[in-house]
Each structure stands twice: as structure tokens, then as C-alpha cells.
């Protein structure tokens, strides 16, 4: 399902004449190769997590698991002009929008310690090294450009829009090296860890907070041949946000010996050490500065391919997704939408990889007159209706005028 409601949507046929379309639109998803959106959820909304949906997620790890998400919502106004003497649509674009993006990638012993506690690594070493964690919130004003240009049957396409961010907030987390051994009879237990971590300035980090200004860059192209067939290029949020000098960034790299302590998970004790409890702090060679930094977006990359059958009733495409600077496993989704008339389509999908496993969805879309066009969908229908076993979920959504 094509998600992006600036550049493509059903039902234009119904409105060739239209010059102006204003729309709200918004695409989220949370996913993982491995915790159940069972988890997911109960972990969100601070509930209690009984020990089977724990096992649930827990026993679908490899030694490295991960999990990501992100929410792209906002609005759009674009204006068309039609230019009959070259055959050619050209169009402006703006658009304001609330961007979230969530990445995290992690070894099994790392959830087993946090969600279990130290008791069943008694007498090995758990792993908890490869830690990557990483967190952005900010606002985007598009400004764009796209043109159409049609020779008979085929048509050629562009669209080229550059963004103003404002950085809302930002936290990134690693570990180069980590692990903790806990002596057999529980009387010590060994941390031996090196951590690096940026925050942006926590005293404001509400909705519209400034902490740091960027800019991005979206890019399209797309080719429809005689027969029909439609290749699409497209290429969004290549870009990057400077933080401010109020951004701290420390390091811990140390080696600490826990004795005499009852500790049900070992890592509140740790986040409290590194928070400067008076307790655990003099074990740690803690290093915490503040600097301005750059981070980079992770950009979007798909290719897709589509082509109408049946008199333009059914629309079949297929794409490929992938998102750089991110854990993220180029996803593979394949789908179709059914025209039932000319106020009405449905239609469903499949796909591999991402930040899940397989996923499969369904879309609507409708005509309601008038110049009021809505559409709705997800891709991960079985985060609705199988959570235990399920490991996303996520939908889309859009409702635009055209006059």
C-alpha cells in the first residue's frame, strides 16, 4: 500500500479538473523481529507483564534481536496547473508534519536481565555488548515541486521537496563492549562495560520545543510505459539535524563489583548508578559534557512497481522498502486494490522484512462526494487480531478535498 497521500491516491478520474487538493494524512507503525505486540502494548501502557508474555517474546530471539517505529502525520495543500501547449501538469506543495522515529537493536541476554533479572545467568557472562538504542522527535515544513508530463499512453513524473526542521528531541545509546557475570551463589555480580550516550536538552523537549534546526531532502521519479506498467523511484528524508550546544553526551567505560545486594533486575540498579546515586557512583569513570552534534535521518528508499488489469478495475503492484541509518531489513510487499465502482475500492497485501517478519493488511478507500476523498489501512493486520503471536502493528489513514 502506497502511504505517501501527497503523491498518489485513488478515485483521480473522478476529478480531472480538480486544481487545488488539501489533505491530512498520517502512517505510524511498531514492529519487531521478535517481541509480540502483546508486549508491545503492555509494556506502553505500563500494565503488568505476565511471565507467558514475556516467554511469548522472549522465545522468538536470536542472539540479536531488534525493534523500530515511526509516525508521520500532518497536512498538505497542493495546487495544480495544467499546461495544454506540452502536455504537462505542474504542481506546489506544502506541508507541515510531526516525525518520530524510533530504532533499537539488542542482544537476547540484554531483555532476558531486564525482564527476568540475573538469577538464571548465575555463573556465566551475559552479554550485553552491540547495544544500539536511538530516538528523534521533530517537526518538518515541506516545500515542493512536481511535474507531469504525458506523451500518449506513457507519462513521466518528478517530484522534488526541500524541508526546514526543527528539532524536537534526541537520545542515543550504545554499548561497544558489556557484559555481567553473576557468581553462582549470588554473592557479587561483575559489570564490565563501556557505554556512550547523547541526549538533547531535557528541560524542554515538549511538542515544539527547539532544540536543534535541519534540513532534508525528498526526491521522486516515476515512468508509465505504453503497456501500462508504472516504475516508481523515490527517495525521502535525506538530511540531517545540528543539535545545540545544551546536548550532554558521557561515556561510562568501567569494570564494578556488586556485593551484599538483593537485586530483582540488576539494571534498575545500573540506570540508577548511572544517574548519580550516591550509592553505586564512584565505581563508574563517568565523563559528561555538553556539545553541540549532528545526527543524520534515516532516510527512505522503494522501488515500486505497478500496473492496472481488468479495464482499471484492479490495480496490482509490488515494492521494495528500505530505511538507511536504521536496523532495518529491506521489506519486500506485494498487493492489489479492486475498483468495486466508481466511489469504491478494497484491497490487500503481503510482505517480508522491515522491522518485522511477515506481515499482511487490508485497505479501503471511498468517494464521498463532493471532492471529499478518504482512505484507511494497515499492513500488519495480524497485530489486530493475533497479539500474542503477532510482532507489529501499525496503519495509515487520509482524508483529502480536491477542487
Not at 554499548?175 to 563501556?194: K, N, V
Not at 540488576?266 to 563517568?286: H, N, P, R, V
Not at 492496472?308 to 478495475?313: N, S, W
Request: glycine share 10%.
Amino acid at each position: 500500500m502506497n502511504v505517501n497521500a501527497q503523491h498518489e491516491w485513488p478515485f483521480k478520474n473522478n476529478y480531472t479538473t480538480a486544481t487545488t487538493e488539501i489533505g491530512i494524512d498520517a502512517n505510524g507503525l511498531i514492529g519487531s523481529d521478535a517481541i509480540t505486540t502483546k508486549f508491545m502494548n503492555t509494556y506502553i501502557n505500563n500494565e503488568f507483564i505476565e511471565q507467558s508474555v514475556k516467554d511469548g517474546a522472549y522465545t522468538k530471539m536470536g542472539d540479536r534481536s531488534k525493534i523500530g517505529s515511526y509516525l508521520n502525520a500532518g497536512a498538505y495543500m497542493k495546487k495544480m496547473r495544467v499546461f495544454e501547449a506540452d502536455s504537462t501538469v505542474r504542481n506546489l506543495t506544502l506541508a507541515l508534519r510531526y516525525r518520530t522515529h524510533f530504532n533499537a537493536a539488542f542482544p537476547s541476554d540484554l531483555f532476558a536481565l531486564y525482564f527476568y533479572g540475573n538469577k538464571r545467568f548465575a555463573g556465566v557472562n551475559a552479554d550485553i555488548s552491540d547495544f544500539n538504542y536511538e530516538a528523534i522527535q521533530y517537526q518538518q515544513l515541506q516545500f515542493g515541486y512536481g511535474k507531469t508530463k504525458k506523451s500518449g499512453n506513457s507519462e513521466f513524473e518528478y517530484y522534488a521537496g526541500i524541508s526546514f526542521l526543527n528539532g524536537q528531541s534526541y537520545l542515543d545509546i550504545s554499548t561497544t563492549r558489556g557484559s555481567i557475570y553473576t557468581q553462582p551463589d549470588g554473592e557479587y555480580a561483575d559489570l564490565d562495560i563501556r557505554l556512550e550516550s547523547r541526549q538533547s536538552d531535557t528541560t524542554k523537549s515538549n511538542f515544539g520545543s527547539s532544540n536543534g534546526l535541519g534540513a532534508s531532502l525528498d526526491l521522486m521519479v516515476s515512468y508509465k510505459m505504453e503497456n501500462q506498467v508504472k516504475i516508481s523511484l523515490s527517495a525521502t528524508d535525506i538530511g540531517m539535524i545540528a543539535w545545540n550546544s545544551k546536548t550532554s553526551y558521557f561515556v561510562v567505560d568501567t569494570t564494578y563489583r556488586f556485593e551484599g545486594l538483593t537485586v530483582n533486575n540488576l539494571f534498575d540498579s545500573l540506570y540508577l548508578d548511572i544517574t548519580s546515586e550516591a550509592e553505586f557512583i564512584d565505581g563508574f569513570k563517568e565523563d559528561r559534557k555538553k556539545e553541540s552534534f549532528t545526527s543524520v535521518l534515516p532516510a527512505k528508499f522503494q522501488l515500486q512497481v505497478s500496473k492496472p488489469f481488468m479495464d482499471d478495475k484492479l490495480m496490482a503492484y509490488a515494492s521494495v522498502n528500505y530505511f538507511l541509518n536504521a536496523d532495518y531489513t529491506p521489506q519486500i510487499i506485494a498487493g492489489g486494490s479492486y475498483f468495486f465502482s466508481k466511489r469504491f475500492m478494497a484491497g490487500v497485501s503481503a510482505g517480508f522484512g522491515g522491522y518485522t517478519e511477515f506481515s499482511a493488511g487490508i485497505h479501503v478507500g471511498a468517494d464521498l462526494g463532493h471532492g471529499f476523498i478518504l482512505t484507511a489501512g494497515t499492513d500488519y493486520l495480524t497485530g489486530l487480531i493475533n497479539q500474542d503471536n503477532s510482532t507489529a502493528e501499525g496503519g495509515v489513514g487520509s482524508l483529502r478535498f480536491v477542487f
